[in-house]
């Protein structure tokens, strides 16, 4: 269960962090990672 939940918060992260990247594409070099 534990693994389970952690692994999928692993998953929402990647998400989280896959938007975020996609979304700063949009916008000046500055705010990029």
Known sequence: MCCQTHEQLLKTQNKLL???LRLTKKKP???TI
């Open 29 to 31: 070099d500055k705010y």
């Open 18 to 20: 896959y938007e975020y």
